[in-house]
């Protein structure tokens, strides 16, 4: 980030280099400007990223792996020669501080307030990954030639477990040595494939272009192809004149009656005369029907008398044959 910077290469008149040293002496400022501002307490601001996944125990909310602070880093001690550093830094979420700090003996870092660690670790003896070598047992191994031997067979051992998963891992391998051969075959399927698309792709492009259409097409299948070819398409007539000056032409050729055997007219003209005559006395037969029960019915009431009345004579007959309805009048008004 320097080189972004500007730098200053101004020298007043009264600087001087055996005095001052440098710039930063001469202003009385440090190098790392606001980074050193606590460094006559031995604190040095720095970009601390969060190594794993925490929980801050002030606002109880996770805080991930990667997150970068600005904290306050201090020497608290060592580990043999190594240095122990711990890291103070503000949660970003809340007014909780969290100090963290240095295991050189693990190999990691520890929390010691203000956060609890999200548990994800596992042995690395499970998962087959190597193993660290304690320091105890580095000098053992050093010193102890009777334990060095005993160390040898288990590692002998070990290989000796272990050598059917690397003689297979080497066999793998040396399949894919040749990797000119493997990169031509792959090549060469890639340019067969493109070039099956290519040409789908123009089929596809002239199907559109004809049918004008702007649409995916799927692909064809055989099921398709046995569907189409059990269809026959009918072309209708082209317009309504068409279809009225056919339809006339039909009406005016055929028979209204069955011809005799023997005769010129074709047995289908004669069914269809026959059909349309047997359809037109049915449409006759029921509209008199529907004009018998459309007119008023009145019911005939029979009078029952003791003497016997005398019958109507010829003319009577003649007058009252054209109503249903009986006279029930009295005999005095029939005298009138």
Avoid at 231 to 242: F, G, I, R, V
Avoid at 306 to 326: H, I
């Amino acid at each position: 980030m320097g080189e972004r910077k500007g730098t200053n290469k101004y020298y007043p008149p009264d600087f001087d280099p055996a005095k001052h040293g440098s710039l930063n002496g001469y202003h009385k400022t440090h190098a790392l400007r606001e980074r050193a501002r606590k460094l006559s307490q031995g604190i040095l601001i720095i970009r601390f990223e969060m190594p794993y996944n925490i929980w801050c125990d002030g606002c109880k909310n996770h805080i991930g792996m990667g997150v970068r602070y600005n904290a306050e880093k201090k020497k608290v001690g060592n580990y043999f020669t190594t240095p122990i550093y711990r890291f103070r830094m503000k949660c970003h979420l809340c007014v909780n501080y969290i100090e963290m700090q240095t295991d050189p003996a693990a190999c990691d870092y520890v929390i010691v307030s203000g956060a609890s660690r999200k548990e994800e670790r596992w042995d690395m003896a499970e998962n087959e990954q190597i193993l660290t070598t304690e320091r105890e047992e580095k000098e053992k191994l050093e010193t102890d030639a009777m334990f060095k031997l005993d160390h040898g067979g288990k590692d002998k051992e070990k290989l000796n477990k272990a050598l059917p998963s690397l003689v297979e891992l080497q066999d793998y391998q040396a399949a894919w040595k040749d990797d000119f051969q493997l990169n031509s075959a792959l090549r060469r399927k890639f340019r067969l494939e493109k070039k099956v698309i290519v040409e789908k792709e123009e089929k596809d492009d002239a199907v559109r272009a004809r049918t004008n259409l702007s649409i995916a097409l799927l692909p064809e299948r055989e099921e398709d192809k046995r569907l189409a070819a059990l269809l026959s398409l009918q072309t209708p007539p082209d317009s309504y004149e068409d279809k009225q000056r056919s339809k006339r032409q039909e009406i005016s050729t055929r028979s209204w009656f069955s011809s005799p055997p023997g005769g010129t007219t074709s047995a289908s003209a004669a069914s269809a005369s026959g059909a349309l005559l047997h359809k037109l006395g049915l449409q006759a037969k029921e509209a008199a029907v529907a004009k018998a029960l459309g007119a008023p019915r009145t019911p005939l009431i029979r009078r029952k008398s003791d003497a016997r009345e005398p019958a109507p004579s010829r003319a009577e007959q003649d007058t009252g044959s054209g109503s249903l309805v009986p006279c029930y009048s009295d005999s005095d008004s029939d005298g009138k």
